[in-house]
């Protein structure tokens, strides 16, 4: 089994404070894994009752200001260590996720990275946003990077698993980024009691993990909890987490996530970069 490299990132912005964290994370990945980044800005269509005068004076302020960001950007980019990267620019019209989803395939990027946009954590922001539905429909993994003050260390990563068929190919993907950042990958399935099934389970994705990746500074870890997302959110809140990792199919957890009113038991999911493959 080989696991894929990452080549090349797509970043949507909106120029905006959490954004520009996001930026961050998406060239610290980028100066990691040799990839290029394209950066995507997108200018949706102004309300239907404008004029027309006014639809394009709005439309040409929205773009200089775009080009203007860009411009800063890479002036940024060229004082910092990241001067070296591959990165370009481009400005689109049109609806926001249609947009990305349309710009990863034309660019073929292998890897979307975006912010949550806005300080209130996952569920208020994501939920019928656009990251969550670029999460949902993306055919590459989706790096999603909260608003926090706490800028991601990237020493511990948490791969979630149902034993699931995708999973040793998912599985080798995110060792192959942890191994980048020399970090520490622990893989989790959560199970309402540790018992001799789910021990010849585990031991069994062991041995067949072994066959494909190294194991080295990899864990496998049965977790006791009567419910799943509370149980790897309490996992969270016990061990150290810098990027939780998750399969699409993992729907219910990530409906608890993205949908369920806050409460303790799920809060450790808001400051965590949250990594979706599909």
Avoid at 133 to 152: F, G, I
Wanted: proline share 4%.
């Amino acid at each position: 089994m080989s696991s894929k490299e990452i080549k090349h990132i797509l970043f949507p912005t909106d120029f905006s404070v959490c954004s520009s964290k996001a930026l961050d994370v998406a060239m610290e990945i980028a100066d990691k894994t040799g990839a290029t980044i394209s950066i995507l800005y997108v200018i949706e269509p102004v309300f239907e009752f404008a004029a027309e005068a006014e639809t394009e004076d709005i439309h040409e302020f929205m773009d200089k200001t775009a080009k203007e960001n860009f411009k800063k950007m890479k002036s940024d980019r060229e004082k910092s260590r990241f001067k070296n990267l591959k990165v370009s620019t481009s400005i689109k019209d049109g609806n926001v996720i249609t947009s990305v989803l349309r710009e990863a395939k034309e660019k073929g990027a292998d890897f979307i990275v975006m912010g949550s946009i806005g300080a209130t954590g996952f569920k208020k922001v994501l939920f019928g946003s656009t990251a969550l539905e670029v999460m949902r429909q993306s055919p590459v993994p989706v790096l999603v990077v909260p608003d926090s003050d706490k800028k991601p260390d990237f020493k511990n990563f948490l791969f979630t698993t149902n034993f699931r068929e995708r999973d040793p190919q998912n599985l080798a993907f995110s060792k192959n980024i942890a191994d980048k950042f020399n970090a520490k990958l622990t893989v989790l399935h959560i199970v309402k009691t540790i018992d001799f099934k789910s021990e010849v389970l585990r031991r069994g994705f062991i041995d067949y993990m072994g066959d494909t990746i190294k194991l080295n500074k990899l864990t496998f870890v049965l977790y006791e909890h009567e419910d799943i997302p509370e149980g790897i959110s309490s996992f969270i809140q016990e061990k150290p987490v810098s990027v939780i990792i998750m399969n699409r199919y993992q729907k219910s957890v990530l409906n608890v996530i993205l949908g369920r009113d806050k409460t303790q038991s799920v809060i450790s999911y808001d400051q965590k970069p949250l990594l979706i493959i599909p």
